[in-house]
């Protein structure tokens, strides 16, 4: 069916959705966008919201501005207006997703956050689809694009941390503030919303995450020559009405599919009970990957598919459920009982991603340059 979209915000994202609708789905027509003056030269665009909200037969919105607060306004101001709404920015619906959720419920417009988790990769839309059936008991995955690039670059190529990500940025990985990407915070947005899918709670800031920020050359050749490398991480469990998630670095195998990950891909993969392990591979970042993940949506939507999101189970928080050993790079003190087992590299065994975030923390106060990654499985 034809349909009237307005596109908020024009960067990477947008640019990436308006053109694959101009050149693949002429059914789904932009008819204004929102965007400051110097971004696009059009007669489409505007810096009036209510302005845009009143263009005649808009049926959505694609939000791609990133930020929190004016785009909540802006989402919960479409959604009470009827108009479905479909976001590639996943800090707004980590952040808000209970209200934004309640108000496409109250209102029947749709609420669609493909695009929020993955880039290209169909995951949100096969997790409900998992979650329909199954009680998914574990998700985890590679969910940044720039710092698996970053960190598939330096192991390639030898590249140096600085070098690589300004490559990232070019590409149109990076987020604009990229600390988004090498602290955590893009990975943990993406996990808010994936343990929210996954488990139906509301996870809204009970993760504790953090990135990659101090990984070297150096820490990378050390893991290698143990046949082992380090990922940026998202975990989650789910056991007997508990849950925990985290983000993290995290100590893998060579041989995994997850180490070899390249460049801007991503994998992410769950667990549930009839369907067993699922994995989705494909582009985490970027304009076409990401603008596709948001065509998709807005086709499903003119379908008239509306997803309902269940985020009031009574599954709780319990990080115990994700403890495990943590290797660590630092010159801040760490307890004698914490041996080395690689030389420059001590571990700290059994603590919860909590804890080992109050210690990572108390570390980095001493060191800036400390390097903490879990090692969920016996391989140190
Ligand atoms: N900065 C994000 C990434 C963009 O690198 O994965 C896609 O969410």
Same mark, same amino acid.
């Not at 029947?108 to 689809?129: C, D, F, K, Y």
């Given at each position: 069916?034809?349909?009237?979209?307005?596109?908020?915000?024009?960067?990477?994202?947008?640019? $990436?959705?308006?053109?694959? &609708?101009?050149?693949?789905?002429? +059914?789904?027509?932009?008819?204004?966008?929102?965007?400051?003056?110097?971004?696009?030269?059009?007669?489409?665009?505007?810096?009036?919201?209510?302005?845009?909200?009143?263009?005649?037969?808009?049926?959505?919105?694609?939000?791609? !501005?990133?930020?929190?607060?004016?785009?909540?306004?802006?989402?919960?101001?479409?959604?009470?207006?009827?108009?479905?709404?479909?976001?590639?920015?996943?800090?707004?619906?980590?952040?808000?997703?209970?209200?934004?959720?309640?108000?496409?419920?109250?209102?029947?417009?749709?609420? !669609?956050?493909?695009?929020?988790?993955?880039?290209?990769?169909?995951?949100?839309?096969?997790?409900?689809?998992?979650?329909?059936?199954?009680?998914?008991?574990?998700?985890?995955?590679?969910?940044?694009?720039?710092?698996?690039?970053?960190?598939?670059?330096?192991?390639?190529?030898?590249?140096?941390?600085?070098?690589?990500?300004?490559?990232?940025?070019?590409?149109?990985?990076?987020?604009?503030?990229?600390?988004?990407? #090498?602290? $955590? #915070? +893009?990975?943990?947005?993406?996990?808010?919303?994936?343990?929210?899918?996954?488990?139906?709670?509301?996870?809204?800031?009970?993760?504790?995450?953090?990135?990659?920020?101090?990984?070297?050359?150096?820490? /990378?050749?050390?893991?290698?020559?143990?046949?082992?490398?380090?990922?940026? !991480?998202?975990?989650?469990?789910?056991?007997?009405?508990?849950?925990?998630?985290?983000?993290?670095?995290? #100590? &893998?195998?060579?041989?995994?599919?997850?180490?070899?990950?390249?460049?801007?891909?991503? #994998?992410?993969? /769950?667990?549930?009970?009839?369907?067993?392990? &699922?994995?989705?591979?494909?582009?985490?970042?970027?304009?076409?990957?990401?603008?596709n993940a948001v065509v998709q949506d807005l086709i499903e939507l003119s379908q008239g598919y509306r997803p309902q999101y269940h985020l009031g189970s009574d599954v709780v928080w319990e990080p115990r459920l994700l403890t495990s050993d943590w290797l660590v790079r630092s010159s801040a003190p760490l307890r004698a009982s914490d041996r080395e087992v690689v030389p420059g590299y001590k571990a700290i065994r059994a603590v919860d991603p909590v804890e080992a975030h109050a210690i990572y923390q108390r570390l980095l106060a001493d060191d800036p340059d400390t390097f903490m990654a879990a090692v969920p499985q016996d391989l140190i």
């Amino acid at each position: 069916m034809p349909m009237n979209i307005a596109l908020l915000g024009y960067g990477t994202v947008a640019r $990436g959705v308006h053109r694959i &609708l101009e050149e693949r789905v002429p +059914d789904i027509h932009v008819a204004r966008v929102f965007c400051l003056p110097q971004e696009v030269d059009s007669e489409l665009k505007t810096s009036d919201f209510q302005e845009l909200l009143d263009t005649p037969g808009l049926s959505a919105l694609v939000e791609a !501005m990133g930020g929190i607060e004016f785009p909540r306004q802006c989402i919960l101001a479409a959604l009470e207006r009827g108009i479905s709404v479909v976001t590639s920015n996943k800090a707004v619906v980590a952040a808000h997703f209970a209200e934004l959720a309640a108000a496409a419920e109250k209102s029947g417009a749709s609420l !669609m956050i493909e695009a929020t988790v993955g880039g290209g990769i169909p995951w949100i839309h096969n997790l409900e689809r998992v979650a329909r059936i199954d009680e998914v008991s574990s998700f985890s995955g590679i969910l940044n694009g720039t710092t698996n690039f970053i960190i598939s670059q330096m192991r390639r190529n030898g590249a140096e941390f600085g070098a690589v990500l300004a490559e990232a940025q070019r590409l149109g990985y990076a987020e604009a503030d990229p600390s988004a990407d #090498i602290d $955590g #915070i +893009d990975v943990w947005n993406k996990t808010i919303i994936t343990a929210s899918l996954a488990f139906g709670v509301d996870a809204t800031h009970e993760i504790p995450a953090w990135g990659i920020r101090s990984v070297t050359k150096g820490d /990378l050749e050390a893991l290698d020559a143990k046949a082992l490398t380090v990922k940026l !991480m998202a975990r989650g469990v789910r056991e007997a009405g508990r849950y925990a998630a985290c983000v993290t670095p995290v #100590i &893998l195998r060579n041989s995994t599919m997850e180490a070899n990950v390249p460049d801007n891909y991503n #994998i992410a993969s /769950l667990t549930g009970e009839t369907i067993g392990t &699922l994995k989705f591979y494909g582009q985490g970042a970027g304009g076409d990957p990401t603008g596709n993940a948001v065509v998709q949506d807005l086709i499903e939507l003119s379908q008239g598919y509306r997803p309902q999101y269940h985020l009031g189970s009574d599954v709780v928080w319990e990080p115990r459920l994700l403890t495990s050993d943590w290797l660590v790079r630092s010159s801040a003190p760490l307890r004698a009982s914490d041996r080395e087992v690689v030389p420059g590299y001590k571990a700290i065994r059994a603590v919860d991603p909590v804890e080992a975030h109050a210690i990572y923390q108390r570390l980095l106060a001493d060191d800036p340059d400390t390097f903490m990654a879990a090692v969920p499985q016996d391989l140190i």
